[in-house]
């Protein structure tokens, strides 16, 4: 890991954030053309739920071509997103999303219970994520409900 050489604030951090979550609506691409991966740092760790913690740009670019391979589309509601600010490298996005898995269409709050609803908890340095673990419900289509006596399909 490298020494902190810039210092930023939290809108900075904030910046890097959503510039990394508007890259998955658009496809892994960034407002510039880059990768997403461009946004991390070469040792960055990433954690997605049923996958694991993937280590290093190589490991993130499977783990998003696994995750990725089965999503159609996603958009993420800014607009509705609650940021949680540490006063350190250490910046928590809230929110909601909508979109088309491989096995159905999810939006958040449909059913109340169902995918679209997530939280990330990013570490950001020197204008690199160095850290984002994603917590959410990755059966975005609903599917795995037998195991869940309390949801009741129809």
Known sequence: ?????QTMNDEQRKSVAIEY???FDNGGVTS???????LLA???????????LASGKEQIGKLFADVGSTVKSITHDYAHFN???S???VVVCEGTSHGEHRDGPWRSGVPAWGAGNWCDVFEIRDWKIQRVYIYLDPDYAGRDTSRYPWLVTD
Do not use: E, H, R, Y
């Open 42 to 52: 070469d040792d960055a760790q990433v954690f997605f739920p049923k996958w694991g």
């Open 83 to 85: 940021w949680i600010f």
């Open 21 to 23: 979550i508007k890259a």
């Open 32 to 38: 510039t053309g880059g990768s997403i991966l461009d």
């Open 87 to 89: 006063g350190t490298d």
């Open 1 to 5: 890991m490298a020494l902190t050489m």
